[in-house]
C-alpha cells in the first residue's frame, strides 16, 4: 500500500503563487507514475496534471498550461506542483494520485481511474 501527503494549500490573492507537495509513504518503489486532480464544490474532479515519477514526461490540462509546473525532489521523494498566476477559478481542493501501472497514455494519466492511490486534498483558494 501507499499513502500520499499533501501539503502547502492555502489562501493567496489572484496573480500569486502556491506550492503544492506531494510526499508517498508505504511502498513507494511501487509508483510508476503520479498526477494533480482538482475538484471544485459541485463540480467534478478533473485532470491538471501528470507524469512519470522520476519527474519526466509531463502532462498539463490546457487550463494551467504555462501556469503551472512539475517538480520532484528526489531526497525526499516528494512531487511538487508549483502554480503561478493563479486565478479565482483555480479555487478547489487539490488531490494528489499516484499509480502502480506503467500506462503512460495522456487518457490514462488524466483519468481519476487511472491511479491506484489518493491523497486527503488540501484546499487552494485563490481570491479576486
Known amino acids: 500500500q501507499v499513502q500520499l501527503e499533501e501539503s502547502g494549500g492555502g489562501l493567496v490573492q489572484a496573480g500569486g503563487s502556491l506550492r503544492l507537495s506531494c510526499a508517498p509513504s508505504g511502498r513507494t518503489s511501487s509508483i510508476y507514475a503520479g498526477g494533480w486532480f482538482r475538484q471544485a464544490p459541485g463540480k467534478e474532479r478533473e485532470f491538471v496534471a501528470a507524469g512519470r515519477w522520476s519527474g519526466d514526461l509531463t502532462y498539463f490540462a490546457d487550463s494551467v498550461k504555462g501556469r503551472f509546473a512539475i517538480s520532484r525532489d528526489n531526497a525526499k521523494n516528494t512531487v511538487y506542483l508549483q502554480m503561478n498566476s493563479l486565478k479565482p477559478e483555480d479555487t478547489a481542493v487539490y488531490y494528489c494520485?499516484?499509480?502502480?501501472?506503467?500506462?503512460?497514455?495522456?487518457?490514462?494519466?488524466?483519468?481519476?481511474?487511472?491511479?491506484?492511490?489518493w491523497g486527503q486534498g488540501t484546499q487552494v483558494t485563490v481570491s479576486s
Open positions: 494520485a499516484a499509480k502502480s501501472n506503467q500506462e503512460l497514455s495522456l487518457r490514462s494519466l488524466s483519468s481519476v481511474t487511472g491511479y491506484d492511490y
